[in-house]
């Protein structure tokens, strides 16, 4: 039996990765590594505690000697490191909380890999999970290939780029056998509420105004979240070592037109009278550094290991409206406690 290390395994995008994993894998034991920030919640994958191959560990990779004895304790065969601070606005306040996880955390990581892993990599594998946001903001036209310089704008993002260029830096010096995947937006079900989509469907829901940063031409391409997890899985398993692969889903919007079709489909869905929602938009000061525009050049994966986005942005947006209408629960819980206060800091 393989072991799998899969850490952010509780948040939005590493829930979907540990489902398909634990669900599609039985021959491997799927450890799902997770500090539960305000980001992770158990609920995300409630569907498979209790899966005989899948075991929960609450820890921090931040946590140099706890991260060293975990590998020591499990010789974990492979890594799908997702784990990471990963909201812009939240790094403009705290830059320093982004640098210990996105850059010592992975740092760690790396470190008890090698260690481990030293002397024999064969069948071997870290697979760092990265974002778009690393090459910095495209104008009007072109899009991001693998070859794209980096020059991150953000806290965030110059978080990442660190972290990427420590994975790459290791596969050079150390050997380490690394994949790692740079993607655009992510939308879908277990997002948490801090993010546009979700955040504007909650506020739609409960009658809320829309927050839209500067004039709302900003643009990103956006991807549902399951055909990311299909493509980290595809990544994982048949990508080339020591390789990256950009992650896209040729499909861009203007924030603006987003919210506007956002509104649209809420308002039928809600019986509201036409327009309703769309009095909610209001436009407020602009993110500092705001990124004009993201967006994929897919070529590489597409090509070389056969993946494209398997649902059109019609059917991923009605799958995650449904899903947000089906689950306010879920919407309720993440959306009390700390997230109040944080949203009065950040709106008001
Ligand atoms: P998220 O914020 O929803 O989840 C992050 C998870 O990491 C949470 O469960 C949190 O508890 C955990 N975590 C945070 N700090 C930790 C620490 N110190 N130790 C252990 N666990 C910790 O993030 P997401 O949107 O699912 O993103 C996952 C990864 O994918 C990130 O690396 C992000 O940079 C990358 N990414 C995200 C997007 C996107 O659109 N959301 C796009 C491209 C790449
Ligand atoms: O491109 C990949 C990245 O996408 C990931 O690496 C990040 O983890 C993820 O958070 C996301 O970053 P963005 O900054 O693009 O996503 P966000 O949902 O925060 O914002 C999307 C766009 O919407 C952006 O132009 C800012 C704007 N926005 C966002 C919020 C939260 C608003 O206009 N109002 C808002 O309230």
Known sequence: MKKILITGGAGFIGSHVVRRFVNKYPDYHVFNLDALTYAGNLENIKDIENKQNYTFIKGDIVNESFINNLFSIHHFDGVLHLAAESHVDRSIEDPLSFVKTNVIGTMNLLNAAKKQWEGNFENKRFYHISTDEVYGSLGTEGLFTETTPYNPNSPYSASKASSDHFVRAFGETYGLPYVLTNCSNNYGSYHFPEKLIPLFINNIINNKSLPVYGDGNYTRDWLFVEDHAIAIDLVFH????????????????????????LCQIMDQ???????????????????????????IDATKINKELGWKPSVTFEEGLEKTINWYLNNEEWLRNVTSGSYKDYYKKQYS
């Open 238 to 261: 048949t990508g080339k070592n020591h390789e990256t692969y950009n992650i896209g889903g040729f499909n861009e919007w203007k924030n603006i037109d987003l919210v506007k079709l």
């Open 269 to 295: 869905k809600l019986g509201r009278e036409d327009n309703t929602s769309e009095k909610l938009i209001t436009f407020i000061k602009d993110r500092p550094g705001h990124d004009l525009r993201y967006a």
